[in-house]
Every structure is written in C-alpha cells, then in structure tokens.
C-alpha cells in the first residue's frame, strides 16, 4: 500500500470517527433545556463523562481530516489546502470551548444538587449563560468547518481526486449547511433546530469515508500529477 493510498484509508477512518462519535455522544448528555438540566446532569455524572471523552476525540479529528490530507491536497493549491486545516483547526478550537462549558455545567450541576439549593437562582442563571456560550461557541465551529471542508470539496471537484458527483454533493450539501448557520445565526435558534440541512452534509462524509476506505484517491490523478511535478 502506498503513502497516496494509506492517506486515503487513514482520511476515512477519521472522517468515521469525527461524525460518529459525537453522535453516540449526545445520547450519553441529557439535553441542556428545561428547568431541571443541571439536575439531570447531576444525576448522570458518569455518563456525560463518558459522552465527554467521546465528544473530545472526535472534536479532534475533525481537525486532523485536513491535516491528514494536505500532503496530498497541496499538490493541486498549497494555500487552499492550508487554509481546510487552519479552518478545520479553528472549529476544533470552538467545539473546545463550547466542552469546557459543559464540564462547568458538570461541575455546576454537582453543587445545584448539593449545595441544598442555597442560592438556586444564582447557580441558574451561570448555567443558562454556559449553555448560552456552548451554543454560540457550536455555531462558530460549524461556520469554520463549513469554510474548511468547503475548501477540500473544491479541490476534490478541481482535481478528480474522487468522482465529481462524490465531490458535488459535498459542495452541494456544505451550501446547506451554510444556510442552516445563516439560519441560526439570526433566528437565535441552536444550529441542531435545522437537521434537514445539516443532515445532507453528514451523509455526504460517511459516504466519502466509506469511498476512501474502498476505492481511495484516483490513481490516474495521482499518476498524472507525480508525472508534472517530476517534469518540473
């Protein structure tokens, strides 16, 4: 197996990790609503740790997709190439904030339940505001990752690494997913309130995973681009 393909194999896997992951993760943490969040939180300590660790890797492997990729990306535009990774390292950086905040609530939730309610008022009210800022921090993350894959998609569709149709859809699928930031952004609703536009996107990377594993990069690509840069 060479470097071209095993960086394909590797990409997919990742690409698995970083959707998946999250997933399972947000079945683990009560859902951050209502009146009652910190004491659901509370009474599931171990769980939303375990949903925590989850969340973490795959937060970071949403970063390492367009570092894992560059060395082959920056063959056909070093700059765009770059810019997926300090895209996708941004959005990382945002998903970060917005994990801080829900081990605050955590730890938040702990001291609601024992502290006997003492001040119950004020220990809401910092929740709501951690809840306020994990959305917020969520939703430039996603802004960030549109921008990042956005520029991978392009260079897909630019160079035939993989099918048109694969690389169109995605293009296709990050508009939406643009559209449903836009969205949120100015109804004030969290980004998770526009699933049918985000979910074409989430479809497209497993799909794009799965192509990677089996298929990977086209080799004429690869081929053709190895003979141009040894003639140069």
Not at 127 to 135: C, E, I, M
Request: one cysteine or more.
């Amino acid at each position: 197996m060479n470097s071209t393909r095993k960086i394909a194999v590797i990409t997919g896997v990742i690409f698995i990790i970083a959707t998946v992951l999250p997933i399972l993760a947000s079945s683990l943490v009560p859902v951050l609503t209502g009146a009652d969040y910190l004491t659901q939180l509370s009474a599931h300590t171990n769980q939303v740790a375990a949903g925590v660790l989850l969340i973490l890797i795959g937060y970071f492997a949403c970063a390492g997709i367009a570092v894992v990729m560059y060395p082959v990306l920056k063959k056909w535009n070093a700059g765009l190439a770059l810019g997926s990774v300090v895209f996708r390292t941004i959005e990382t950086a945002f998903y970060m904030v917005g994990l801080v905040c829900l081990l605050s609530l955590l730890t938040l939730g702990q001291q609601f339940t024992t502290a006997g309610a003492a001040d119950p008022t004020s220990l809401q009210a910092i929740g709501n505001l951690l809840v306020s800022v994990r959305d917020n921090a969520a939703l430039v993350a996603v802004f960030a990752f549109c921008l990042g894959a956005f520029m991978y998609y392009y260079l897909f569709f630019q160079s035939r690494l993989i099918p048109r149709w694969l690389s169109g859809f995605g293009i296709v699928a990050i508009i939406l997913m643009i559209a449903a930031c836009v969205l949120a952004l100015f109804s004030g609703n969290r980004i998770t309130s526009y699933i049918p536009l985000a979910a074409p996107i989430a479809v497209q990377e497993m799909i794009l995973a799965v192509w990677l594993i089996v298929k990977g990069f086209n080799p004429s690509v690869i081929a053709s681009q190895s003979a141009k840069t040894e003639t140069n």
